[in-house]
């Protein structure tokens, strides 16, 4: 039979519509392009990340405000070799400058895995934690802890898995009251148990019970301690499902959850924009805090993963500055996300090479000029106003450490959303 004919004028109408919306989708969701956010999504950002500031002052004061630090956390992974003599003298010096230029909080890549630790019975490794909590204390940047307790089989040691159920319950309880005690309110948060949706062995051995008594082992000797989930492939809409389940059902058990951490590189060399603002909306209803853990722009489904000896092209490197501003926004209008943490930053030392903000030089991507004129530009409040005749000044700001200055008389004050923020009185 054959097929029928369209008549020309209705198939040029059609196929227009087709290019018109064709051409209507690239401009939505085209990265890089102006169009590249959803409708309000800046009116979102100022909504959640800025308060109204109010000053008091003598009429025809001049005030001026200019942010310190962010409420919202920027961080980066710190690796082992920052601390433990494997990396040069200048490159630590670097290390340690641009991490503090760019970030206000840090999570310990390796040092804190039980497995990295403990890597034969009883020989515990304290250095490299001690050593990246002496620096990150000393430069005052918050520190996450990750991760207390890893149940995928290839990350835990032959020598965990070959105990009998009570030494295995002993060892585990050791390493939870251990570290609780020697650390205890040094760290800001911890991955409790990491990556549950994907292997949990401590389950297999000895029940649905047992994420409870590992929060419970820490909570005994550190009672104010944050025991964040940890896992990914939630932001990609794959395992979004089976890790709301899980989130519900550890609630439901009473299991001490202080905020959910999801991963930030299981996309490819792009992202789906939709897919990230629908999984972090789904997330948020849990009212919990968010974190998004080991960031990586291109990701772990990208080819450089695959490859890591693959480089950029120029071209490339000015596409992912495009994906990673673009995924930043994203998350930064989300109000219950509070934090963004690179995993890692350096050529030298990131699990991804491609992905880093700088090259092995200490040379900047477009990327890293991308992420400082977002947060250090776009983000930060650098205003300057006189007051009126009323003696009053409202204006506002970015959450975070501000100074603010009236007639050459400074000030620094802390403006945080989760705090009750009188206004400011000069005299």
Avoid at 325 to 345: H, K, Q, T
């Amino acid at each position: 039979m054959k097929p029928k004919t369209c008549q020309p004028y209705f198939y040029f109408k059609s196929l227009a519509l087709t290019f018109h919306l064709i051409f209507l989708a690239s401009m939505i969701f085209l990265p890089g392009t102006s169009y590249a956010q959803y409708p309000g999504i800046e009116d979102a950002i100022s909504s959640h990340r800025k308060g109204e500031l109010i000053i008091y002052a003598k009429p025809g004061s001049k005030i001026e405000i200019e942010q310190i630090s962010h409420d919202f956390l920027f961080g980066s992974a710190i690796s082992n070799n920052f601390v433990n003599g494997t990396m040069s003298e200048k490159d630590r010096e670097s290390y340690a400058n641009i991490f503090q230029q760019n970030f206000n909080s840090a999570v310990t890549e390796n040092a804190l895995k039980w497995g990295d630790m403990e890597k034969e019975r009883g020989s515990v490794n304290y250095k490299n934690v001690d050593a990246i909590l002496e620096w990150t204390e000393s430069v005052g940047i918050p520190l996450r802890g990750h991760n207390l307790f890893w149940g995928i089989k290839q990350f835990i040691q032959p020598w965990v898995m070959a105990l009998e159920d009570d030494a295995l319950l002993e060892v585990m309880q050791n390493r939870a009251e251990t570290i609780s005690k020697k650390y205890a309110g040094r760290f800001a948060e911890y991955d409790l148990n990491n990556e549950m949706i994907h292997g949990n062995y401590y389950e297999e051995r000895f029940g649905n019970e047992i994420t409870k008594n590992m929060a419970e082992w820490i909570i005994e000797f550190d009672p104010k301690a944050k025991l964040y989930l940890n896992d990914y492939d939630m932001l990609t809409g794959k395992k979004l499902g089976p890790y709301m389940h899980q989130i519900h059902q550890l609630l439901k058990q009473g299991v001490p959850i202080a905020g959910i951490g999801v991963q930030g590189h299981s996309h490819s060399e792009v992202f789906d924009r939709e897919q990230l603002r629908s999984a972090l909306d789904s997330l948020a209803t849990f009212n919990l805090p968010i974190k998004i853990t080991e960031f990586n722009m291109p990701g772990q489904n990208s080819v450089y993963y695959k490859d890591r000896t693959l480089e950029l092209s120029d071209q490339a490197e000015e596409e992912k500055a495009k994906e990673l501003i673009d995924f930043f926004r994203i998350c930064f209008a989300n109000p219950a996300v509070e934090g963004i943490l690179f995993w890692g930053f350096w050529q030298g030392a990131n699990w991804i090479p491609t992905s880093s903000l700088y090259k092995l030089d200490w040379s900047p991507t477009p990327a890293a000029k991308a992420y400082q004129d977002l947060v250090f530009n776009e983000w930060w409040t650098k205003e300057s106003a006189i007051v009126g005749n009323d003696g009053a000044l409202k204006l506002k700001v970015f959450y975070g450490k501000l100074k603010v200055t009236v007639n050459g008389k400074a000030k620094e004050v802390q403006f945080s959303k989760n705090m009750k923020n009188d206004p400011l009185i000069f005299n």
